[in-house]
């Protein structure tokens, strides 16, 4: 049965690529289509052609070329007809197959002319040529008079693409003038085909054949090209390799006798101009190198392997070069772009959340190599199958992925805040839940620090002084809270709120929050040596940490939407947190539970949380083992008896509001951090209960002009005494801090150790 859920899940996960993948296919088509890949993709396919094994010479066809040296014999720019009269009569003597005239011959040219009549009418085996399609630089050329009555001629146009290539064959042509005509190639190859028994045929689709071997015409977007014409009969030009691939011999060499007698034997011969002076060179694919110039190949040698490629194939299986429909190219595109989307989505974290890394540019090097090698390989079968638009797919693909990865780890952060681990960006990325609009109800621990008397201590800063100080302990805790994969809430001035378990939830949440906030409090080590070295006194951090079921998600309207947190299991951790002293870290019995991790606890109390109907139990936590094995450094808080009680007031804090009620006091002992206080012989006195918070102001205090400024404590214990209480200061003006320093350490030192109990 399937698992809708998983399947759900699955697809969101991999959206991008179902997304992306049909995406760059569609524009890689569109450029495509528009002939804007046309130049790349000839460009890569006369490479491959440059980089194929080198084809055997084909002996069956031989070439008599006219060149400068000919032409300067006899001190003329072309050959007269007595030449090619005696030319082609000392090649018919060799019995060749056929010979094939690659000269325009519509026209006499004295001396000669009658004797090459002659020759017309007793050699059945001369080809002549036509040009069958005019053209705007050229017109229609007929073939000699003699020779056309006897349609012994062949169309010897060529097909010269954009870039002025010939990449294209023709085997027949359609004239306006001359009318349909077998391409000059195609009608030697059919001479000497049809002497081995394989006469040229048509099929019902107009294809040519030989035998069994059909050669399918080629379509107007075949290969690389896009919406060529497709006037006559063509197929791609298979070359056998660079110029010059054929036995050339010049016309003085047949005429001075220097050839072998059997040399146009049973042989296909071609008379042509091959000098460098001639207008008859075109571009071939083998034309452009790296290192040099692009080289013409002589027009007959085109023709020459024109014929070739026919014969070829027919009698000794040469493929043709043929592509795909294109219908397959489109599949072979989308194959890329989804080859290149499931790369980069697959290793979109080889590096962390970040944008690209060496990893995944190296896969994309490894699927193009495999495109490139492909392509490559297929083409030395006889398919020319697209690679720039697959190339194209696969890496625009890639980049689009690779963007849309930053930019919704982007939006993460700007939802959840920049403090956000790589690790769980990831898994948000994945994770439709993480980011569910309105918010849903899950348990998670909830993590709150606070600054201990920071409120009075910014009273007596200036505003630039409060901001680089906060700056300074906030960028510290927040990387400690990152390296433990919290996410922060929110900053609330010197308060941070951190979750985990929100957006993602992880089986170690409150193992990971118990560790963060242990890690917190030693970080503060190094935070309060720059404070101090600024002239500033030392900062304490009070943390409340705590396990429950709330509301999480994005809050908020159109306008302005914020990723939080609600429920009343917050502000129990915000009342833990408020029962806190100076480097305590004080957790829930829920978190302990669900932490199920070797917690150091030093201290545990109950306490009734305002808004919480049942007291409560909370532990203080000073280390954690495992794999953390974190544990904060603990001295017992010894208490020195003051040889005169230093008297004051103090008033109880209801959260932040201050009894309007002031009670006399004196303090009998001081400690570190502390104190106990004496509430006996005053008849009018209220003993505050444990954890509660108070404003207490000296009386007097010798030497220190503002003695009577506010200094906050918070109740942590009762002693044997009736009517005694401890403390610990959470807030001391500096100057009255520096004076009960002074007091405490010149105390005689006592034996007894009174630990201060929460």
Not at 20 to 36: C, D, E, H, Q
Not at 115 to 143: F, H, M, Q, S
Not at 377 to 388: D, E, N, S, T, Y
Not at 564 to 592: A, C, D, F, K
Request: hydrophobic share 45%; glycine share 8%; with cysteine.
């Amino acid at each position: 049965m399937v698992d809708w859920n998983k399947a759900r899940k699955w697809a969101w996960q991999w959206r991008s690529v179902w997304l992306v993948t049909p995406s760059a296919a569609l524009v890689v088509i569109l450029l495509r289509f528009a002939g804007l890949l046309q130049p790349w993709e000839w460009a890569v396919y006369d490479q491959y052609l440059r980089l194929r094994p080198s084809q055997p010479p084909d002996d069956r066809i031989v070439i008599v070329g006219i060149d400068e040296a000919d032409l300067d014999r006899i001190g003329q720019t072309v050959l007269p007809d007595r030449i090619y009269a005696e030319l082609i009569t000392r090649l018919r003597e060799q019995e060749p197959v056929a010979i094939g005239l690659d000269v325009y011959r519509n026209r006499p040219v004295e001396p000669g002319h009658a004797e090459l009549l002659e020759v017309y009418r007793t050699t059945p085996n001369l080809i002549g040529i036509a040009k069958v399609i005019g053209d705007r630089e050229r017109e229609t050329i007929p073939p000699p008079p003699l020779l056309a009555d006897e349609g012994r001629f062949g169309a010897n146009d060529l097909l010269i693409d954009a870039d002025n290539t010939v990449r294209r064959a023709l085997l027949s042509a359609q004239g306006e003038a001359l009318g349909p005509a077998i391409s000059f190639g195609m009608y030697l190859a059919g001479f000497y085909l049809d002497q081995e028994g394989l006469p040229p045929e048509q099929t019902e689709t107009g294809d040519w054949k030989f035998g069994e071997t059909v050669f399918p015409r080629f379509d107007a977007n075949d290969g690389g090209y896009v919406r060529a014409e497709t006037g006559g009969n063509q197929i791609l030009l298979n070359y056998r390799g660079l110029s010059w691939h054929f036995d050339v011999v010049p016309v003085r060499d047949v005429l001075d006798g220097k050839i072998p007698d059997d040399w146009a034997r049973d042989r296909l011969v071609l008379i042509g101009d091959v000098g460098e002076g001639s207008n008859d060179f075109f571009f071939t694919p083998y034309s452009s190198t790296l290192l040099s110039l692009p080289e013409g190949m002589a027009g007959v040698e085109i023709h020459a392997n024109i014929a070739s490629q026919i014969i070829s194939t027919v009698l000794d299986d040469r493929p043709l070069i043929q592509s795909w429909a294109e219908p397959w190219e489109w599949l072979w595109i989308l194959f890329w772009s989804g080859t290149g989307a499931i790369l980069s989505w697959t290793m979109r974290y080889a590096n962390g959340a970040r944008t690209f890394s060496l990893r995944r540019f190296s896969f994309l090097l490894i699927a193009a190599g495999l495109l490139l090698g492909g392509s490559y390989g297929a083409l030395l079968l006889g398919w020319w199958i697209p690679v720039v638009p697959p190339l194209l797919a696969l890496m625009g693909s890639t980049v689009a992925i690779t963007a849309q990865i930053a930019r919704t780890a982007g939006d993460i952060r700007k939802t959840f805040g920049r403090y956000l681990t790589d690790a769980v960006v990831a898994t948000l990325l994945e994770n439709p839940e993480g980011m569910k609009m309105g918010g849903e109800r899950r348990q998670i621990t909830i993590l709150t620090s606070d600054l201990r008397g920071f409120t009075a201590l910014s009273e007596r800063l200036s505003p630039e002084e409060v901001v680089k100080i906060l700056n300074f302990y906030l960028g510290h805790m927040a990387d400690t809270i990152t390296h433990y994969q919290g996410t922060i809430d929110e900053f609330m001035g010197d308060g941070i709120l951190v979750l985990f378990g929100a957006p993602t939830a992880r089986p170690d949440d409150a193992r990971r929050a118990i560790a963060c906030a242990i890690a917190m409090q030693q970080a503060m080590t190094a935070v309060n040596t720059t404070i101090v070295a600024w002239g500033l006194p030392e900062l304490e951090m009070g943390i409340g940490i705590n396990t429950g079921e709330v509301v999480v998600g994005n809050i908020g309207s159109e306008k302005r939407t914020k990723y939080g947190v609600v429920g009343s299991q917050v502000n129990l951790t915000y009342r833990i947190e408020s029962y806190t002293t100076g480097g305590q870290i004080l957790v829930s019995e829920m978190t302990l539970r669900e932490a199920d991790a070797e917690v150091r606890i030093d201290n545990q109390k109950e306490v009734s949380p305002k808004g919480v109907k049942r007291p409560i139990t909370i532990y203080e936590v000073s280390g954690i083992g495992n794999e953390y094995n974190l544990f904060l450094e603990r001295a017992a808080e010894i208490f020195q008896p003051l040889t005169i009680p230093l008297k004051i007031t103090y008033a109880v804090l209801d959260g932040k509001d201050i009894s309007a009620t002031a009670y006399q006091a004196q303090i009998v002992q001081l400690s570190e951090h502390g104190g106990e206080i004496d509430v006996s012989g005053y008849a009018d006195f209220q003993q505050p209960k444990p954890l509660t918070n108070i404003k207490l102001n000296f009386l007097a205090l010798a030497d220190v002009d503002d003695f009577a400024e506010d200094v906050y404590a918070k109740v942590t214990g009762y002693p044997a005494a009736a009517q005694h209480f401890y403390i610990q200061f959470t807030a001391k003006p500096p100057a009255i801090a520096r004076k009960l320093n002074e007091i405490y350490h010149a105390l005689p030192p006592q034996n007894a150790a009174t630990p201060i109990a929460p």
